[in-house]
T-cell receptor, first 115, second 114 residues
Framework: EADIYQTPRYLVIGTGKKITLECSQT?????MYWYQQDPGMELHLIHY???????EKGDLSSESTVSRIRTEHFPLTLESARPSHTSQYLC??????????????FGSGTQLSVL | GENVEQHPSTLSVQEGDSAVIKCTYS??????FPWYKQELGKRPQLIID?????GEKKDQRIAVTLNKTAKHFSLHITETQPEDSAVYFC?????????????FGKGTHLIIQP
């Protein structure tokens, strides 16, 4: 089934650890995005990619980095996690076509807790 | 850049009544206005959207209206049901296009009272 998958669903780690949040989509989308969201709060764009080897920073400053080596895969990495990174991270992708036809599809998210 | 204001932050209605959530935007060039529903612990899902060349759009119990002159758009849910309880986010996309051009509102917690 075409979908966008995120792993892990929940992650609890200690300060200073390096972590990678995985995101893969089988929807054939070129554009992918990472959003940060505190529970029930607004979504903030932290990274996006228009295709392989294309990555851009979003509106919200983030200490994370991303890579896009394969179309379907868009992992997010935190080199040294801190308690301020505790949040939900949502991966998303959009349909191809003209910008006005793009619809955003979200993954189930990774809830990160840094102790 | 675009600024989207969403009101109210919390809305409680009796089951069967109607609910209205309002958003305003600042960029007169914005041309696409989606609404997302996020149930507790789940991913946001697109429920309805409207483009700037249309004033109203309906899909069963939900409808969205757009007033370009006043730069505001609203979500209307009629005959509310318990499964409508969720956080609703409006968004506006600037003329630059792409989901990176989407600005979200802060969300409305809709509570359906039995």
């Amino acid at each position: 089934e075409a979908d966008i998958y995120q792993t892990p669903r929940y992650l609890v780690i200690g300060t200073g650890k390096k972590i990678t949040l995985e995101c893969s989509q089988t929807m054939g989308h070129d554009k992918m995005y990472w959003y940060q969201q505190d529970p029930g709060m607004e979504l903030h764009l932290i990274h996006y990619s228009y295709g392989v080897n294309s990555t851009e920073k979003g509106d919200l400053s983030s200490e994370s980095t991303v890579s896009r080596i394969r179309t379907e895969h868009f992992p997010l990495t935190l080199e040294s996690a801190r308690p301020s990174h505790t949040s939900q991270y949502l991966c998303a992708s959009t349909t191809a076509g003209t910008p006005t036809n793009e619809k955003l599809f979200f993954g189930s998210g990774t809830q990160l807790s840094v102790l | 850049g675009e600024n989207v204001e969403q009101h109210p932050s919390t809305l409680s209605v009796q089951e069967g009544d109607s609910a209205v959530i309002k958003c305003t935007y600042s960029d007169s060039a914005s041309n696409y206005f989606p609404w997302y529903k996020q149930e507790l612990g789940k991913r946001p899902q697109l429920i309805i959207d409207i483009r700037s060349n249309v004033g109203e759009k309906k899909d069963q119990r939900i409808a969205v209206t757009l007033n370009k002159t006043a730069k505001h758009f609203s979500l209307h849910i009629t005959e509310t049901q318990p499964e409508d309880s969720a956080v609703y986010f409006c968004a506006a996309r600037g003329a630059g296009g792409g989901a990176d051009g989407l600005t979200f509102g802060k969300g409305t917690h809709l509570i359906i009272q039995p």
